[in-house]
């Protein structure tokens, strides 16, 4: 693991080897995501029916939201799909949406 921080908002934090959710469930709870347990990232539009008025948690046991309070004002969400038993989908809303899909591509992609 390094320390080397390449992405930083109020919720995540990206780092050469993992994701780092500053609040997982509600405004508490930390967990670290390892690049190597993410199978494909996507992006989707962010509806009624995809997790827009989600604010965290889950609806089902495959996706999970990490705690957003502003997400609703969001438009697009980044979606890792990982080798996780449950919650095979990580649903992420960072504040610059485009710099970060560019950034996980590349960096999982290195993997």
């Known amino acids: 693991m390094t ?16 994701i780092k959710f500053k609040s997982w469930a509600l405004p508490w709870g930390k967990k670290e995501v390892k690049f190597s347990s993410i199978k494909k990232i996507n992006e989707r539009k962010l509806g009624t029916f995809t997790g827009k008025h989600r604010i965290s948690g889950t609806g089902n046991f495959r996706d999970w939201f990490h705690f957003d309070i502003d997400r609703p004002k969001k438009e697009k969400a980044i979606v890792l799909e990982t080798s996780f038993k449950i919650y095979k989908r990580i649903w992420i809303t960072p504040e610059r949406h485009a710099s970060v899909f560019n ?7 290195n993997q």
């Not at 320390?3 to 993992?18: P, T």
């Not at 950034?103 to 992609?109: A, G, N």
Request: charged share 30%; no cysteine; glycine share 0%.
């Open 3 to 18: 320390n080397s921080v390449l992405y930083n908002d109020k919720y995540l934090q990206i780092f050469d080897d993992r």
């Open 103 to 109: 950034l996980l591509k590349k960096l999982v992609s």
